[in-house]
């Protein structure tokens, strides 16, 4: 019987299996407040599934998605702003 082994570095690919980078982490610790209103949303809108939406459950979705849609503001008017004083150096 012959066996196989991996004949090329690709094949077991050691390059992926890194921790995050500084970098990574401040990406996503400045994307964290839209990562949790999109989670409480996501959340607003499980707790319709097995019911029928009353009022209240309209509301929490509404708030919900208004919340993502902030966050989603911010996040984009401080890339814009990092992009335009990034333009000025």
Do not use: C, S, W, Y
């Not at 690919?13 to 990562?35: C, K, N, S």
């Not at 929490?60 to 401080?78: C, I, M, S």
């Amino acid at each position: 019987m012959k066996h196989i082994g991996a004949v090329q570095a690709v094949v077991t690919a050691a390059g992926f299996d890194r921790e995050p980078t500084a970098a990574e982490l401040d990406a996503i610790e400045g994307e964290m407040p839209v990562i949790v209103a999109e989670v409480e949303l996501l959340d607003a809108q499980i707790m319709t599934l097995d019911r029928p939406a009353n009022e209240l459950d309209v509301r929490r979705v509404r708030r919900a998605r208004n919340r993502v849609l902030a966050a989603r503001r911010v996040l984009a008017n401080r890339a814009a702003g990092a992009q335009l004083a990034g333009d000025a150096a």
